[in-house]
């Protein structure tokens, strides 16, 4: 019995957890930031209709994130608003946070009175129709929408 619990055991590596949070967030094609220790807290909305505040204390945390804002407030005092499309959080117990997202944006990266206007979100497929084509028009419009509103508050 006593080969069997060794055999059966778990090993495990210690995570080491810090007391600031180590923030990476990137999307496809960016890495917006690599090991970020200087940020105090981030906020965000979620896809279920909830607002978030991730700091140094908060638990272990994983949610999906509604298109729209995000704030990172730094320690000195800075904040940074980026706008994204969409992505996922998530808190690890080392203090570390991954936020992956789809698509981000900056102020000075669109044009956003163009984003308003287009219309490029809703332009279907050629030669495509149906109600898949018309729910992902919808889709497309509503997504340029809030963006667009998100942006407003940069």
Same mark, same amino acid.
């Given at each position: 019995?006593?080969h069997l619990?060794?055999?059966?055991?778990?090993?495990?590596a210690e995570?080491?957890?810090?007391?600031?949070?180590?923030?990476?967030?990137?999307?496809?094609?960016?890495?917006?930031? /690599?090991?970020?220790?200087?940020i105090e807290?981030?906020y !965000? &909305?979620?896809?279920d209709? $909830?607002?978030?505040v991730?700091? @140094?204390?908060?638990?272990?945390?994983?949610?999906?994130l509604?298109?729209g804002?995000?704030e990172?407030?730094?320690?000195?005092?800075?904040?940074?608003k980026?706008?994204h499309?969409?992505?996922?959080?998530?808190? /690890?117990?080392?203090?570390?946070?991954?936020i992956?997202l !789809? &698509?981000a944006?900056?102020? $000075?990266?669109l044009?956003?009175d @163009?984003?308003k206007?287009?219309d490029?979100f809703?332009?279907?497929?050629?030669?495509?129709t149906?109600?898949?084509i018309?729910?992902?028009?919808?889709v497309?419009l509503?997504?340029?929408d809030?963006?667009s509103?998100?942006?407003?508050n940069l």
């Amino acid at each position: 019995m006593l080969h069997l619990s060794r055999v059966a055991r778990r090993f495990f590596a210690e995570v080491v957890k810090t007391d600031y949070m180590v923030v990476k967030m990137y999307t496809p094609t960016a890495s917006i930031f /690599n090991g970020a220790t200087d940020i105090e807290s981030i906020y !965000f &909305e979620t896809l279920d209709g $909830g607002k978030g505040v991730m700091n @140094a204390q908060h638990m272990t945390y994983q949610t999906t994130l509604l298109p729209g804002l995000i704030e990172v407030h730094f320690k000195a005092g800075q904040s940074k608003k980026i706008v994204h499309v969409g992505g996922i959080l998530q808190k /690890n117990t080392d203090n570390s946070v991954d936020i992956a997202l !789809f &698509e981000a944006f900056e102020k $000075g990266d669109l044009d956003w009175d @163009a984003l308003k206007k287009s219309d490029v979100f809703a332009n279907e497929p050629i030669g495509e129709t149906g109600a898949d084509i018309d729910f992902l028009k919808k889709v497309g419009l509503q997504l340029r929408d809030e963006v667009s509103n998100a942006s407003a508050n940069l």
